[in-house]
């Protein structure tokens, strides 16, 4: 059985994985992390990694960026895997988690759905055919008015692997406010929605001459993170010092 320490255990992402965590014969939450210790959970709580007492084989993060730089030192300093979902992170908390690599498993993933992870592969393959026929590519993200990072890492995702795809040649918009001039042809718009109760929705635009192709994820539930997230602690588990993401679960 792998034992789990929650980084972020109060939040909602943390409430979503315990509560799948209940029904995962091969899954123990063992502890959980929250600046509130004193949040219910049928667990201890802790008020930071560097505090917990409890034994475990992977640590699941769900946090905020601003609590990741604490975790990734209190990881590599006890020699604890660490399934890293939090998003937002600055280009130098990015350069934190590769350092922290070095000396412990590190998972990190822009969303934990395999569906998601998936989709991150069709768009490449997609670019290749309809970005080299003269397609302009804009994508679209819908959440929920809480979240308070945008772009989402998800859209940035699926951005960076189109335009790896076609030789990092393309650059991104967010705002096109401020931009009075035609389109550029070497551009990816993105687009954020933030509203309601919508827990992610991502769509990428493949707009060309007289047609329209759209590739389209949803998530109906934050159970589908919450499970990637425990599959992906079930692969790290034990794992040699390094980077991983999701496509090395989903190919194990």
Do not use: W
């Amino acid at each position: 059985m792998i034992k789990v320490i929650l980084h972020g255990c109060g939040g909602a992402m943390g409430r979503a994985v315990s509560a799948i965590a209940q029904g995962d014969a091969d899954i123990e939450i063992v502890a959980g992390i929250d600046k509130n210790a004193s949040v219910a959970c049928p667990y201890p709580v802790f008020s930071s990694l560097e505090e917990c007492t409890c034994s475990g084989d992977v640590v699941i993060d769900f946090s905020v960026a601003g609590a990741v730089d604490a975790l990734l030192d209190s990881c590599a300093k006890k020699k604890l895997p660490v399934v890293l979902c939090t998003t937002g992170l600055s280009e130098e908390q990015v350069r934190h988690v590769e350092e922290a690599a070095a000396s412990v498993a590190v998972l990190r993933s822009a969303n934990m759905s395999l569906g998601v992870n998936l989709l991150l592969k069709l768009v490449a393959e997609a670019a290749k055919v309809l970005a080299s026929s003269g397609f302009d590519m804009e994508i679209v993200e819908k959440h929920h008015n809480q979240k308070k990072d945008a772009p989402s890492g998800t859209a940035l995702a699926l951005a960076d692997a189109v335009n790896q795809a076609m030789g990092g040649v393309y650059h991104y918009i967010y705002d096109r406010s401020q931009i009075h001039e035609k389109r550029d042809g070497k551009e990816i718009g993105i687009s954020a929605v933030r509203g309601g109760t919508i827990v992610g929705d991502h769509d990428v635009i493949y707009a060309g001459p007289d047609e329209v192709v759209t590739l389209s994820h949803r998530a109906y539930s934050k159970a589908v993170f919450a499970k990637g997230a425990l599959a992906a602690a079930k692969f790290l588990a034990e794992k040699a010092p390094g980077l991983y993401d999701m496509s090395d679960v989903i190919g194990s």
